[in-house]
């Protein structure tokens, strides 16, 4: 993997935007680069499907970190978000003037056809009809501004078993009330106009367990138990699915 290019610089300054607008338990996920370095493993993949350069619009950028990590390795990101909060604005601003879009609108993305080489969700898809949209009208408005040949990338997509979830169930804490199974997942995108390069499940331990064995220096913990959650029968309780489609 290529070095990285102030990425945890631009998360931090991110973090710190938002604390003065917003309770940052919400940005907790990007607290500190214990937190941010979840979202390197998801680098690779990025690289094996994109080309550099690549245009890609970060679909619900929320506070712009996965659009500072697209940029940090290369690639050229279009930060949109619905209904930003205070402090999403004051942070996508200050990350990326005029560089990136808002809107009212659930589904509807605000982009000429064929504009973008991939769109990157990253823990969003799943959150859809909370905002009013559906998932199905949201696969063919990202199928229809993908160039032809352009992915789908998705991470952050809860699977129905996950322990995470069930550890949230049984102490009545929020959890993900959309969940989806790798072949439920595929047969919607399979319908509206893409192809599923791949499926991987990701992540079988609580993030913030994650977190605290990057601060004791035993990441190499972390990544096993992703190895882990990708094999029979740990991945039905993986936390996670990582999706990788193709527009036809």
Same mark, same amino acid.
């Given at each position: ?52 350069? =690549?245009?890609?619009?970060?679909? $619900? ?34 990350? @990326? ?108 331990? @609580? =993030? ?15 990544? $096993? ?24």
């Amino acid at each position: 993997m290529q070095k990285i290019t102030g990425y945890f610089e631009r998360v931090a300054a991110i973090y710190q935007t938002v604390l003065a607008y917003e309770d940052g338990s919400i940005a907790s996920h990007i607290k500190d680069r214990y937190a941010a370095a979840e979202y390197l493993k998801y680098v690779p993949v990025l690289q094996q499907h994109l080309a550099p350069r =690549a245009t890609v619009l970060d679909w $619900g950028a929320q506070y712009g970190h996965i659009s500072a990590l697209l940029e940090s390795f290369g690639f050229r990101p279009t930060s949109y978000v619905v209904r930003p909060t205070p402090g999403a604005v004051a942070a996508l601003e200050r990350q @990326f003037p005029g560089r990136w879009v808002k809107s009212e609108e659930a589904i509807a993305l605000p982009f000429q056809d064929g504009t973008f080489d991939a769109v990157v969700s990253s823990g969003v898809f799943e959150h859809v009809p909370e905002y009013g949209g559906c998932f199905t009208g949201s696969v063919r408005e990202i199928c229809r501004v993908l160039k032809p040949g352009g992915h789908f990338i998705l991470w952050k997509l809860p699977q129905p078993a996950a322990l995470s979830e069930i550890k949230s169930d049984l102490i009545g804490k929020w959890s993900h009330p959309f969940r989806f199974t790798p072949n439920g997942i595929s047969m919607l995108l399979e319908r509206d106009g893409f192809d599923v390069v791949s499926i991987e499940c990701d992540g079988i331990m @609580f =993030a913030s367990i994650n977190v605290l064995l990057r601060k004791a220096r035993m990441s190499v913990i972390t990544r $096993g138990l992703d190895a882990l959650a990708k094999l029979w029968p740990f991945r039905v309780f993986a936390n996670d699915l990582v999706v990788v489609a193709k527009k036809r």
